[in-house]
C-alpha cells in the first residue's frame, strides 16, 4: 500500500485466500485491506494516538438513514455526552477530494449534526467546523485534540 500523508503507525496483518486483511481496533477484527480501508486505519491511529480521542468514544463504519436512504459512515467520534462531536469521511488515495465529496458529507451530517467535519484520501486532510445558527461552515488548519 502507498505511503499515505500520516505518521508511521504499525498494523496487524494477515493473509488468508490471497487477500490481506488490516485489524481494526474499533470493530475488533480483522478487515480487507482495500485503499479506502487502508486511509480509514491510517485516520484512526491518527485520531487516536496524535489527537489522543479515546477509543471507547470512536464509531466506524455504520449505517445511518439519509432521506429515507441507507448510508455508511466511515468515522464517527462521540462526545462523552453521546452527541456528535466529528465526522470523517475516508477516500482512497486515488480519490480526488471534490465538491461531491464535501456534498456527500454535509448530507450525513443534516441527519448526524456534528461539530466538525474531516475528509481525507489519506494524502490530503481537509477540516471544518459547523456554525448551526449561522447555517455556514469554516475550514480549519486542524480538528483540536480532545480534551
Not at 508511521?8 to 494477515?14: T, V
Not at 491511529?45 to 464509531?59: A, H, T
Not at 455504520?62 to 432521506?67: D, E, F, G, M, S
Not at 489519506?122 to 467546523?129: E, K, R, S, V
Request: glycine residues 2%; charged residues 25%.
Amino acid at each position: 500500500m502507498q505511503k499515505l500523508n500520516f505518521p508511521a503507525y504499525q498494523f496487524r496483518f494477515k493473509s488468508s485466500e490471497n487477500k490481506v486483511s488490516i485489524f481494526d481496533q474499533i470493530r475488533k477484527k480483522f478487515i480487507i485491506l482495500t485503499p479506502e480501508e487502508w486511509v480509514r486505519q491510517h485516520t484512526v491511529q491518527y485520531l487516536i494516538e496524535e489527537k489522543k480521542y479515546p477509543k471507547s468514544l470512536i464509531n466506524v463504519e455504520k449505517l445511518i438513514k439519509v432521506n429515507d436512504t441507507n448510508k455508511r459512515y466511515d468515522i464517527i467520534i462521540f462526545n462523552p455526552d453521546g452527541s456528535i462531536f466529528l465526522i470523517v469521511e475516508c477516500k482512497s488515495n486515488t480519490v480526488k477530494i471534490t465538491q461531491e465529496t464535501f456534498d456527500q458529507i454535509a448530507r450525513y451530517n443534516l441527519e448526524l449534526q456534528s461539530e466538525y467535519l474531516m475528509i481525507t484520501n489519506g494524502m490530503n486532510h481537509y477540516y471544518c467546523q459547523m456554525n448551526y445558527d449561522e447555517k455556514r461552515y469554516s475550514f480549519l488548519k486542524d480538528i483540536p485534540n480532545y480534551k
